[in-house]
C-alpha cells in the first residue's frame, strides 16, 4: 500500500489558509493546502514555497482525522499526540492521545465560540475524541483482518490505505468525506489515516525454546454506533448496535541455530482467529425510566424478516458460515428477547446459519465458570469446520483458510459474551499451539503459567475496554476471565460496576449518544445554530425540573436537622416528619414521571422508542406519568416535550408508528 505521512508541520497562513508539510520521512513530497473561505483541499507542485507571513505551529501533527462542519464554521481535527502501543509484523501501532481542532471560520475560537449552539457541539466533539480508544498504524491496515490482507494484496499495493479499509471499522470515515472526494482529481493517498475505534494488545511469549507473539485487536463497527440503552437491535439497513470484531493473531518466529530471534517482523507462522459480537438483530429496546431495571420494548414492524435477514446475509458474505450462540436468559425479564431471535432466526431458515443456545446463568450457576466447557464441547465441530487462518511460511499458500464465524450474544453482548469468546480463543489458541508442536496433544495453554496469564489478561482488558465504550463501565464477571476463578470479590466488584453503569445511563448517556452522532455523521448540523436551541435549553415545564431541586433540599434540611441542639426532642419530630415526606413525595413523584429525568439523546430524538404503541411487547410503561393528571400539571401526556422541541429535523431512522395497542 501507499505509505502515509507519519508526521506533518501545521503552516498557518493568517485567515487565508492552513498548509500541511511533510517532514520529510518520505523524501521529496508534495505539501497540503486547506483554504478557510471554502474549505478546499489542493494537493501542491513539489518544492511549493510556504508564503513568508505563515505561522508554523510548535505541535507536530500525527495525521489528519478530517474535517467536520458544524452550525458556525467547517473544522479540521488533527493527532497532535499519540501513544506506542506495541509492534506488529514490524510496524508501529498507536493510539491517538491527543487532538487539535481548527476552524476555517476565521471569526470562530475554539476556546470561546460565539454561539452556545457552537460550543455545545465544539463539546461533544472534544468529549468523543478524549473519551475514544483511536489507534491507527502507518503501515498495518488494523481495519482488516490478516486473512482478507493476504487475499487482496497483489492488488494492495497500488492503493491508498483509505481506499482498502474495511467501510464498517473505518472510524473516522465520514470525518475524511472532503479528502475522499477531492482524490477523485488528486492523489491524497498519503494525507488521509484510516483510524479504528477499538483495542490493541500484544505480548512476547517465549515457549519451549520458541520466541512467539499473542495479539488481540477488536475493531467497532461506526454503523448504529452508541451507547448501551440507546443503541439496541437492528435498523433498517441490517446494521446492529455494538458489533465488534476480535481477532487473536499468533505470530511464531523463525529461529536461528543458537535459537536467538530474527528481525521482528519475519515469521514461520501467522495465525489468525476471529470472532464477531452484535445486538440481537431485531427492532427492540430497553426504555430508561429511572429504575434500575428498564422497560423491554420489542416492536413488531412490517421490514422486521427483511432486516434480520439483511443482517444474517451481510455476515455470511462477510465471514462465511455462521454459528449464533445466543446467550441471553430463557426466562424473566430476557425471555421475549430470546423468543424473538429463535422465531426470526426459524422463519428465515437460512441455509448457512445455525443457531445455538447455551443457558448461561442455568449452567454456571453458584459460580461454576468451568461449565462454558459444555458450549465449546457443543460448537467442537463446528470450530474445526470452520477453521482458522494458518500461513506457513514455507508454503505458496496459507495452510488453512477460516471459512465462518461464531457470532456470539447476551442482552448487552458485554459480559457473558466476553467470557464465551475468551473460552473459545484459548480452544483455538490450544489447537493451533499443538498443530506446531509448541504444545503436545495433551497439554492446553493453561498449563503454560506465563502464556496463562498473559491470555487472561489480555482478553480481560479487551472486555474491560469494549464495556466502557458500550456501558460506561468495565466489564462485569472479568475476575474469571483475569483468575479463571469466580470469586466473591469479584461479585463485590461486579455491584459497584453495576451502579455505576445505571448512574451513567440514565443521566450522563445522552450526551455519550449525540457525540457518537455528530462524529459518525449520522445526524449533520445545520449552518444556522438558533434553529438549533433546543440543544442547551432545557423545555420540560417547571414542575418537572423543580423536583430534584425540591428533594436536594429536603435531604439538606434533614441532615441539617440532625447537627440541630436538642432542646426539644418533641418539636423535633414535626421538623423531621414535614422534610421526609416533602422528600418521600419529591422521589415518588421523581418515579412516576422518570422518563423526564433521564438524560436523553437530543440530535436523534426516541421518541417513535419511547412512545411506540403499534404491535409488540411492552414489558411495563414506566416513567409516563398519571393518566388524568398529566394534562392537569401541563406536562401533556407524560414527556411528550421531547417531540416537540426539534421540529424540522431529518430522522435518519424513524420507526413507522402503527396505532394500534401492544399485544
Same mark, same amino acid.
Given at each position: 500500500?501507499?505509505?502515509?505521512?507519519?508526521?506533518?508541520?501545521?503552516?498557518?497562513?493568517?485567515?487565508?489558509?492552513?498548509?500541511?508539510?511533510?517532514?520529510?520521512?518520505?523524501?521529496?513530497?508534495?505539501?497540503?493546502?486547506?483554504?478557510?473561505?471554502?474549505?478546499?483541499?489542493?494537493?501542491?507542485?513539489?518544492?511549493?514555497?510556504?508564503?513568508?507571513?505563515?505561522?508554523?505551529?510548535?505541535?507536530?501533527?500525527?495525521?489528519?482525522?478530517?474535517?467536520?462542519?458544524?452550525?458556525?464554521?467547517?473544522?479540521?481535527?488533527?493527532?497532535?499526540?499519540?501513544?506506542?502501543?506495541?509492534?506488529?509484523?514490524?510496524?508501529?501501532?498507536?493510539?491517538?492521545?491527543?487532538?487539535?481542532?481548527?476552524?476555517?471560520?476565521?471569526?470562530?475560537?475554539?476556546?470561546?465560540?460565539?454561539?452556545?449552539?457552537?460550543?455545545?457541539?465544539?463539546?461533544?466533539? #472534544?468529549?468523543?475524541?478524549?473519551?475514544?480508544?483511536?489507534?491507527?498504524?502507518?503501515?498495518?491496515?488494523?481495519?482488516?483482518?490478516?486473512?482478507?490482507?493476504?487475499?487482496?494484496?497483489?492488488?494492495?499495493?497500488?492503493?491508498?490505505?483509505?481506499?482498502?479499509?474495511?467501510?464498517?471499522?473505518?472510524?473516522?470515515?465520514?470525518?475524511?468525506?472532503? @479528502?475522499?472526494?477531492?482524490?477523485?482529481?488528486?492523489?491524497?493517498?498519503?494525507?488521509?489515516?484510516?483510524?479504528?475505534?477499538?483495542?490493541?494488545?500484544?505480548?512476547?511469549?517465549?515457549?519451549?525454546?520458541?520466541?512467539?507473539?499473542?495479539?488481540?485487536?477488536?475493531?467497532?463497527?461506526?454503523?448504529?454506533?452508541?451507547?448501551?440503552?440507546? #443503541?439496541?437491535?437492528?435498523?433498517?439497513?441490517?446494521?446492529?448496535?455494538?458489533?465488534?470484531?476480535?481477532?487473536?493473531?499468533?505470530?511464531?518466529?523463525?529461529?536461528?541455530?543458537?535459537?536467538?530471534?530474527?528481525?521482528?517482523?519475519?515469521?514461520?507462522?501467522?495465525?489468525? @482467529?476471529?470472532?464477531?459480537?452484535?445486538?440481537?438483530?431485531?427492532?427492540?429496546?430497553?426504555?430508561?425510566?429511572?429504575?434500575?431495571?428498564?422497560?423491554?420494548?420489542?416492536?413488531?414492524?412490517?421490514?422486521?424478516?427483511?432486516?434480520?435477514?439483511?443482517?444474517?446475509?451481510?455476515?455470511?458474505?462477510?465471514?462465511?458460515?455462521?454459528?449464533?450462540?445466543?446467550?441471553?436468559?430463557?426466562?424473566?425479564?430476557?425471555?421475549?428477547?430470546?423468543?424473538?431471535?429463535?422465531?426470526?432466526?426459524?422463519?428465515?431458515?437460512?441455509?448457512?446459519?445455525?443457531?445455538?443456545?447455551?443457558?448461561?446463568?442455568?449452567?454456571?450457576?453458584?459460580? #461454576?465458570?468451568?461449565?462454558?466447557?459444555?458450549?465449546?464441547?457443543?460448537?467442537?465441530?463446528?470450530?474445526?469446520?470452520?477453521?482458522?487462518?494458518?500461513?506457513?511460511?514455507?508454503?505458496?499458500?496459507?495452510?488453512?483458510?477460516?471459512?465462518?464465524?461464531?457470532?456470539?450474544?447476551?442482552?448487552?453482548?458485554?459480559?457473558?459474551?466476553?467470557?464465551?469468546?475468551?473460552?473459545?480463543?484459548?480452544?483455538?489458541?490450544?489447537?493451533?499451539?499443538?498443530?506446531?508442536?509448541?504444545?503436545?496433544?495433551?497439554?492446553?495453554?493453561?498449563?503454560?503459567?506465563?502464556?496463562?496469564?498473559?491470555?487472561?489478561?489480555?482478553?480481560?482488558?479487551?472486555?474491560?475496554?469494549?464495556?466502557?465504550?458500550?456501558?460506561?463501565?468495565?466489564?462485569?464477571?472479568?475476575?474469571?476471565?483475569?483468575?479463571?476463578?469466580?470469586?466473591?470479590?469479584?461479585?463485590?466488584?461486579?455491584?459497584?460496576?453495576?451502579?455505576?453503569?445505571?448512574?451513567?445511563?440514565?443521566?450522563?448517556?445522552?450526551?455519550?449518544?449525540?457525540?457518537?452522532?455528530?462524529?459518525?455523521?449520522?445526524?449533520?448540523?445545520?449552518?444556522?445554530?438558533?434553529?438549533?436551541?433546543?440543544?442547551?435549553?432545557?423545555?420540560?415545564?417547571?414542575?418537572?425540573?423543580?423536583?430534584?431541586?425540591?428533594?436536594?433540599?429536603?435531604?439538606?434540611?434533614?441532615?441539617?436537622?440532625?447537627?440541630?441542639?436538642?432542646?426539644?426532642?418533641?418539636?423535633?419530630?414535626?421538623?423531621? @416528619? @414535614?422534610?421526609?415526606?416533602?422528600?418521600?413525595?419529591?422521589?415518588?413523584?421523581?418515579?412516576?414521571?422518570?422518563?423526564?429525568?433521564?438524560?436523553?439523546?437530543?440530535?436523534?430524538?426516541?421518541?417513535?422508542?419511547?412512545?411506540?404503541?403499534?404491535?409488540?411487547?411492552?414489558?411495563?410503561?414506566?416513567?409516563?406519568?398519571?393518566?388524568?393528571?398529566?394534562?392537569?400539571?401541563?406536562?401533556?401526556?407524560?414527556?411528550?416535550?421531547?417531540?416537540?422541541? #426539534?421540529?424540522?429535523?431529518?430522522?435518519?431512522?424513524?420507526?413507522?408508528?402503527?396505532?394500534?395497542?401492544?399485544?
Amino acid at each position: 500500500m501507499k505509505p502515509v505521512h507519519q508526521r506533518l508541520n501545521l503552516y498557518t497562513v493568517g485567515d487565508e489558509a492552513y498548509v500541511f508539510v511533510s517532514a520529510g520521512e518520505l523524501g521529496a513530497t508534495q505539501s497540503l493546502t486547506v483554504h478557510r473561505a471554502t474549505g478546499e483541499v489542493v494537493l501542491n507542485p513539489l518544492q511549493t514555497p510556504i508564503p513568508q507571513h505563515a505561522t508554523r505551529s510548535d505541535k507536530s501533527v500525527h495525521g489528519i482525522l478530517g474535517m467536520i462542519s458544524l452550525s458556525l464554521s467547517e473544522y479540521i481535527v488533527v493527532i497532535t499526540g499519540r501513544e506506542l502501543k506495541g509492534r506488529l509484523c514490524g510496524n508501529d501501532i498507536y493510539r491517538a492521545s491527543d487532538f487539535d481542532i481548527l476552524p476555517l471560520n476565521p471569526n470562530v475560537n475554539v476556546l470561546n465560540p460565539p454561539h452556545p449552539v457552537e460550543g455545545h457541539l465544539l463539546a461533544l466533539l #472534544r468529549s468523543h475524541l478524549q473519551s475514544g480508544n483511536f489507534l491507527f498504524s502507518y503501515g498495518w491496515d488494523l481495519t482488516r483482518r490478516l486473512q482478507v490482507q493476504w487475499e487482496s494484496r497483489n492488488v494492495d499495493s497500488s492503493k491508498g490505505f483509505w481506499e482498502v479499509a474495511d467501510d464498517r471499522f473505518f472510524w473516522n470515515k465520514f470525518l475524511q468525506t472532503r @479528502f475522499i472526494e477531492s482524490s477523485e482529481k488528486q492523489d491524497l493517498g498519503s494525507f488521509i489515516l484510516p483510524v479504528i475505534y477499538g483495542t490493541f494488545d500484544v505480548r512476547p511469549i517465549f515457549i519451549n525454546g520458541r520466541h512467539m507473539q499473542l495479539a488481540l485487536i477488536s475493531r467497532r463497527s461506526r454503523y448504529r454506533a452508541g451507547t448501551r440503552y440507546f #443503541r439496541r437491535g437492528v435498523d433498517h439497513e441490517g446494521h446492529v448496535a455494538n458489533f465488534n470484531e476480535s481477532e487473536q493473531l499468533l505470530f511464531v518466529e523463525h529461529q536461528t541455530a543458537n535459537g536467538a530471534a530474527r528481525k521482528d517482523d519475519d515469521f514461520a507462522h501467522q495465525f489468525s @482467529f476471529v470472532q464477531i459480537r452484535g445486538s440481537v438483530p431485531f427492532f427492540w429496546a430497553e426504555v430508561n425510566t429511572v429504575r434500575y431495571k428498564p422497560d423491554l420494548q420489542v416492536m413488531e414492524l412490517p421490514d422486521t424478516p427483511d432486516a434480520v435477514k439483511l443482517h444474517l446475509l451481510e455476515q455470511v458474505s462477510t465471514y462465511g458460515p455462521q454459528i449464533l450462540v445466543n446467550l441471553v436468559n430463557h426466562k424473566g425479564h430476557e425471555k421475549p428477547i430470546k423468543d424473538g431471535y429463535e422465531r426470526w432466526v426459524t422463519q428465515l431458515n437460512l441455509p448457512e446459519v445455525r443457531y445455538q443456545y447455551f443457558d448461561f446463568h442455568t449452567e454456571c450457576k453458584n459460580m #461454576r465458570w468451568d461449565r462454558i466447557s459444555l458450549l465449546v464441547d457443543k460448537l467442537e465441530r463446528d470450530l474445526q469446520k470452520q477453521g482458522y487462518f494458518h500461513f506457513d511460511s514455507n508454503e505458496p499458500q496459507p495452510h488453512m483458510l477460516q471459512n465462518g464465524t461464531v457470532r456470539t450474544n447476551c442482552m448487552d453482548n458485554l459480559d457473558r459474551t466476553n467470557v464465551v469468546q475468551a473460552a473459545l480463543a484459548k480452544h483455538v489458541l490450544n489447537r493451533q499451539l499443538q498443530h506446531i508442536g509448541v504444545l503436545t496433544k495433551g497439554q492446553g495453554v493453561d498449563d503454560v503459567e506465563a502464556l496463562s496469564k498473559d491470555f487472561r489478561e489480555m482478553w480481560a482488558d479487551h472486555a474491560d475496554a469494549i464495556s466502557k465504550a458500550y456501558a460506561g463501565s468495565a466489564a462485569l464477571k472479568s475476575d474469571f476471565t483475569r483468575t479463571n476463578e469466580r470469586t466473591r470479590k469479584g461479585l463485590m466488584d461486579d455491584g459497584v460496576k453495576s451502579v455505576l453503569r445505571y448512574l451513567k445511563n440514565n443521566f450522563l448517556d445522552g450526551a455519550r449518544q449525540d457525540a457518537y452522532d455528530l462524529f459518525t455523521g449520522a445526524w449533520i448540523p445545520r449552518r444556522n445554530p438558533s434553529s438549533m436551541n433546543f440543544l442547551v435549553t432545557d423545555p420540560r415545564p417547571l414542575v418537572i425540573r423543580s423536583a430534584p431541586a425540591i428533594a436536594s433540599f429536603a435531604l439538606f434540611m434533614i441532615c441539617a436537622g440532625l447537627t440541630l441542639p436538642r432542646s426539644s426532642d418533641y418539636s423535633l419530630v414535626y421538623y423531621f @416528619f @414535614f422534610w421526609i415526606m416533602l422528600l418521600l413525595a419529591a422521589t415518588i413523584f421523581m418515579v412516576t414521571y422518570g422518563i423526564d429525568y433521564v438524560s436523553w439523546p437530543k440530535l436523534i430524538p426516541l421518541d417513535p422508542i419511547i412512545y411506540y404503541d403499534g404491535p409488540g411487547y411492552r414489558s411495563a410503561r414506566h416513567g409516563m406519568g398519571l393518566k388524568g393528571v398529566n394534562v392537569k400539571l401541563g406536562l401533556d401526556d407524560g414527556a411528550k416535550w421531547l417531540s416537540s422541541k #426539534r421540529k424540522g429535523g431529518k430522522e435518519v431512522e424513524s420507526i413507522p408508528m402503527v396505532h394500534k395497542r401492544v399485544d
